[in-house]
């Protein structure tokens, strides 16, 4: 059993920055170490895309074209949380933001939704223009 639970987002203006967090809870046997963890959005009248992702300890960290050099996305596994730092805010970057854990996400598959299987319940960031 994995819980997630996102905090952090809110409005920010045009180039404006903002952090978001997500903590678990793990009860499934394995350590937060063990999971590869990603940020995933939903933006109005959109599919849910991949924003970064983290592999699990040793792993890279990979990001999405739209977002790579604004965005960072990191990991605290002492504290079972993960981090995304967003710069450079756009609009466009207007969504509803969900992290995510994966047990056995093979590198392919780091940007498919499907590959993961825990899910926060998201956080609303708006950025106005």
């Known amino acids: 059993q994995v819980q997630l639970v996102e905090s952090g987002g809110g409005l920010a203006q045009a180039g404006g920055s903002l952090s978001l967090s997500c903590a678990g809870t793990?009860?499934?046997?394995?350590?937060?170490?063990?999971?590869?963890m990603a940020w995933f959005r939903q933006g109005p009248g959109k599919e849910r895309e991949f924003v970064a992702a983290?592999?699990?300890?040793?792993?890279?960290?990979y990001y999405a074209d739209s977002v790579k050099g604004r965005f960072a996305m990191s990991r605290e596994n002492a504290k079972n949380t993960i981090y995304l730092r967003m710069n450079s805010l756009d609009p466009e970057d207007t969504a509803v933001y969900y992290c995510?854990?994966?047990?056995?996400?093979?590198?392919?598959?780091?940007?498919?939704?499907?590959?993961?299987?825990?899910w926060g319940q998201g956080t609303q960031v708006t950025v106005s223009s």
């Open positions: 995510a854990a994966g047990a056995g996400v093979i590198l392919s598959s780091v940007r498919n939704a499907a590959a993961y299987d825990w």
């Open positions: 983290v592999r699990r300890s040793g792993g890279g960290t």
């Open positions: 793990f009860n499934s046997g394995r350590s937060f170490s063990a999971y590869t």
